[in-house]
């Protein structure tokens, strides 16, 4: 089944404890991207990847990291977490070149909090 | 990237069409406009994408007047499961691409009984 997958589902930590939320797709898509959605904010990108070793940063990239190193995955990094990072993360890939422009395929989300 | 403007929320009836509309003033030249649904913490679902007049699929029509500044999705009978919030997404390769994405706040739908 096609599918982009998040990992863990769930998570509380606390402030300074470094995390990795990971982010697989098994559609060999070459485009993946980190969004937050937050109550009265909608989805917000944090980071983008058109391939592998080839990431930038989208509109909140603050506090947070990604790496690329190969297609399908592509782990949101959090090196110092804070309360103000407690949200919903939320994975998506897409193919290049695609005939349907900006179609992304959503992971079910991640909800972090951080205390 | 096109900035878009839709309704916050709407309330409808079950078995009524809803139109959603978003406006898109900057458009540029090579820009869609394309559509997501999204239902309580779930990933958004791709729902419909056009260029200009009309495309229509099993799930919703998207109408796109010749100025191409605004857009209407609309929903034909919708049921209690089509309550979610839609998007109206617009970019292109000229625009920074289809890699830097906006999705906005989104349109709140309400299906009533």
């Known amino acids: 089944e096609a599918q982009v997958t998040q990992n863990p589902r769930y998570l509380i930590t606390v402030t300074g404890k470094k995390l990795t939320v990971t982010c697989s797709q098994n559609?060999?898509?070459?485009?993946m991207s980190w969004y937050r959605q937050d109550p009265g904010l909608g989805l917000r990108q944090i980071y983008y990847?058109?391939?592998?070793?080839?990431?930038d940063k989208g509109d909140v990239p603050e506090g947070y990291k990604v790496s690329r190193k190969e297609k399908r995955n592509f782990p949101l990094i959090l090196e110092s977490p804070s309360p103000n990072q407690t949200s919903l993360y939320f994975c998506?890939?897409?193919?290049?070149?695609?005939?349907?422009?900006?179609?992304?395929?959503f992971g079910p989300g991640t909800r972090l909090t951080v205390l | 990237l096109a900035k878009t403007t839709q309704p916050i929320s709407m309330d409808s009836y079950e078995g009524q069409e809803v139109n959603i509309t978003c406006s898109h003033n900057n458009i540029a030249t090579n820009d869609y406009i394309t559509w997501y649904q999204q239902f309580p913490s779930q990933g958004p679902r791709f729902i419909i994408q056009?260029?200009?007049t009309k495309v229509t699929n099993e799930v919703a029509s998207l109408f796109i007047p010749a100025d191409r500044k605004s857009s209407t999705l609309s929903l034909p009978r919708v049921s209690l499961s089509d309550t979610a919030v839609y998007y109206c997404?617009?970019?292109?390769?000229?625009?920074?691409?289809?890699?830097?994405?906006?999705f906005g706040t989104g349109t709140k739908l309400q299906v009533i009984p």
């Open positions: 559609m060999n898509h070459e485009y």
């Open positions: 997404l617009v970019g292109g390769p000229n625009s920074g691409g289809y890699q830097k994405v906006t």
């Open positions: 998506a890939s897409r193919a290049a070149g695609t005939g349907v422009h900006n179609e992304q395929f």
């Open positions: 056009g260029y200009k």
């Open positions: 990847s058109m391939n592998v070793e080839v990431t």
